[in-house]
């Protein structure tokens, strides 16, 4: 069974940096592309970032483009997404996801939450 555990949101002000971390188990996590979403409050769900199986290529959304780094270790089934320079419209529920564009298996989510 595929199991995701997103970690690190938290409050934090504009213009400050948050790293998340997803645990994954129950498959082959090496195997798998990757990806980042988000949900933003009264707002539909929204791809942010995508890292391929080895980690050698990565693709972001225009929003988090510069600002965004996804990575991954495949020793420790773990998936990160550096965030910096945040911004409140970066205010979100932010969730791990196999596959490229998010369309496989999904986590809880962690919330993030950017204000002064």
């Known amino acids: 069974e595929v199991q995701l555990m997103e970690s690190g949101g938290d409050l934090v002000r504009p213009g400050g940096s948050l790293r998340l971390s997803c645990s994954a188990s129950?498959?082959?996590?090496?195997?798998?592309?990757m990806s980042w979403l988000r949900q933003a409050p009264g707002k539909g769900l929204e791809w942010v970032s995508d890292i391929d199986s080895r980690g050698s290529s990565t693709a972001y959304s225009d929003s988090a483009k510069g600002r965004f780094t996804i990575s991954r270790d495949n020793g420790k089934n773990i998936l990160y997404l550096q965030m910096n320079s945040l911004k409140t419209e970066d205010t979100a529920v932010y969730y791990c996801?196999?596959?490229?564009?998010?369309?496989?298996?999904r986590g809880q989510g962690t919330q993030v939450t950017v204000s002064s």
């Open positions: 996801a196999t596959g490229t564009y998010g369309t496989g298996s």
């Open positions: 129950g498959f082959e996590f090496g195997n798998y592309d």
